[in-house]
T-cell receptor, first 115, second 113 residues
Framework: GAGVSQSPSNKVTEKGKDVELRCDPISGHTALYWYRQSLGQGLEFLIYFQGNSAPDKSGLPSDRFSAERTGGSVSTLTIQRTQQEDSAVYLC?????????????FGSGTRLTVV | DAKTTQPNSMESNEEEPVHLPCNHSTISGTDYIHWYRQLPSQGPEYVIHGLTSNVNNRMASLAIAEDRKSSTLILHRATLRDAAVYYCILVGNSGGSNYKLTFGKGTLLTVNP
């Protein structure tokens, strides 16, 4: 596709349930990032994938959060045993080659509401 | 991480130029200067980026100081659709970190009709 695609666009879940958020990056983009944005707040880095390298998980807030990227393309962010403080917009971004200074393309995000 | 400083908010009138400043006094030689904007209820949108020379594209111009310690995003004719939060971000591999984008609070641009 022409842009970064995220699904679902909206997700309402009950506290304690697991959720999976999906990101389809732009074809050929080797780097993929997950961020989250709580209401009225800035963007918080979660995790970063680059090619076949080990992901940088330094931003994941707890061990309830995990992410994988299969075949260097699609990525899934999983939140287990969701809590109300997990409610936020989860954003995915991809770029081709960071070292060459290419811009990053963001998806429209998944708005997660935990009730 | 190298940090940037931006005004919290700015106001402009429609069809007038807007100059959004950004200070980045601790920039390293390999850091790129990126600008993104975020419209309400949308993900951030890439605007422009540069390294040393001034840059122009269909959305905006980026003026980079000779010492690279500051830059200015220029919207030549503001429209109501340009009302957004504008983020100035340094992107590079300083200190072994990856090229992740570290977002500050940005500048909230209001455009008056």
């Amino acid at each position: 596709g022409a842009g970064v695609s995220q699904s679902p666009s909206n997700k309402v879940t009950e506290k304690g349930k697991d959720v999976e958020l999906r990101c389809d990056p732009i074809s050929g983009h080797t780097a993929l990032y997950w961020y989250r944005q709580s209401l009225g707040q800035g963007l918080e880095f979660l995790i970063y994938f680059q090619g076949n390298s080990a992901p940088d998980k330094s931003g994941l807030p707890s061990d309830r959060f995990s992410a994988e990227r299969t075949g260097g393309s699609v990525s899934t962010l999983t939140i287990q045993r969701t809590q109300q403080e997990d409610s936020a917009v989860y954003l995915c971004a991809s770029t081709w080659m960071e070292s060459s200074g290419y811009g990053y393309t963001f998806g429209s995000g998944t708005r997660l509401t935990v009730v | 991480d190298a940090k940037t400083t931006q005004p919290n908010s700015m106001e402009s009138n429609e069809e007038e130029p807007v100059h959004l400043p950004c200070n980045h006094s601790t920039i390293s030689g390999t850091d790129y200067i990126h600008w993104y904007r975020q419209l309400p209820s949308q993900g951030p949108e890439y605007v422009i980026h540069g390294l040393t020379s001034n840059v122009n594209n269909r959305m905006a111009s980026l003026a980079i100081a000779e010492d690279r310690k500051s830059s200015t995003l220029i919207l030549h004719r503001a429209t109501l659709r340009d009302a957004a939060v504008y983020y100035c971000i340094l992107v590079g591999n300083s200190g072994g970190s990856n090229y992740k984008l570290t977002f500050g609070k940005g500048t909230l641009l209001t455009v008056n009709p």
